[in-house]
């Protein structure tokens, strides 16, 4: 079974940091670039950062650019979210996804492209 698990969330005070992961099962994410999205009550879905298969390319919404880092541990079939400075703006669910893609980079503008998601994990910036 192809499965995805974010783990990582809670409650943080603006300025704080976190540190998402996105643990894979049932399938390898050397073949696939992984991508962050994150979605606040009434707000549409949207990209926040994505990386490539081998991990030699990567994409980040203005909004974190300079704030946030992603990385990839292909041993451990495991992709992490480095979020620092975060502000009250980034609270939302953040979901990772995949998308099969053994030769080329990411794409951050279309979550159509991404075949699995995980359940999700919440993320609260609050004094």
């Known amino acids: 079974q192809l499965q995805l698990v974010e783990s990582g969330g809670g409650l943080v005070q603006p300025g704080g940091s976190l540190r998402l992961s996105c643990a894979a099962s049932?399938?390898?994410?050397?073949?696939?670039?992984i991508g962050w999205f994150r979605q606040a009550p009434g707000k549409e879905r949207e990209g926040v950062s994505c990386?490539?298969?081998?991990?030699?390319?990567?994409n980040f919404a203005d909004s974190v650019k300079g704030r946030f880092t992603i990385s990839k541990d292909n041993a451990k079939n495991t992709v992490y979210l480095q979020m620092n400075t975060l502000r009250p703006e980034d609270t939302a669910v953040y979901y990772c996804?995949?998308?099969?893609?053994?030769?080329?980079?990411?794409?951050?503008?279309?979550?159509?492209?991404?075949?699995?998601w995980g359940q999700g994990t919440q993320v609260t910036v609050s004094s």
């Open positions: 996804a995949a998308d099969f893609a053994p030769f080329s980079g990411c794409v951050l503008s279309s979550a159509a492209k991404y075949d699995y």
């Open positions: 049932g399938f390898a994410l050397d073949y696939y670039a």
């Open positions: 990386i490539s298969s081998r991990g030699g390319s990567t």
